[in-house]
């Protein structure tokens, strides 16, 4: 993953968290600090998908199991392109040997 895709994800919670900060600390509107908690969960789940990837995602703040589910897809997808391409290229080989003329 890309570090400035990290960054960017800091950069919201740091964002995330300095208005529940202000909103806790500033008495005038502080009742509304545990809506402006609240708030913090649909951000997440409708908000920061619009600027990230739900894999990027999933890796900077998901949990364990759901990590490793997600590790173990992609390691048997990168294992059936590179056991694909080895076919194909195998195959492409003994076609261009056959159009030469030549014996494999």
């Known amino acids: 993953m890309d570090k400035s895709r990290i960054h960017m994800y800091t950069l919201w919670q740091i964002l995330f968290f300095g208005l529940v900060f202000f909103v806790q600390n500033m008495s005038a509107i502080s009742i509304i600090f545990p809506f402006m908690t609240l708030l913090c969960i649909p951000a997440r789940l409708s908000f ?17 199991l759901e990590i490793k589910e997600w590790e173990d ?6 294992h059936s392109i590179r056991f694909t391409d080895v ?3 195998k195959h492409g080989k003994e076609e261009s040997m056959e159009d030469e003329g030549i014996d494999a």
Not at 48 to 64: A, I, M, N, Q
Request: charge should be negative; hydrophobic fraction near 40%.
């Open 48 to 64: 920061l998908p619009r600027f990230l990837e739900g894999w990027e995602l999933l890796l900077l703040d998901g949990d364990d």
């Open 73 to 78: 897809k992609k390691r048997a997808a990168m």
């Open 87 to 89: 076919e194909e290229s």
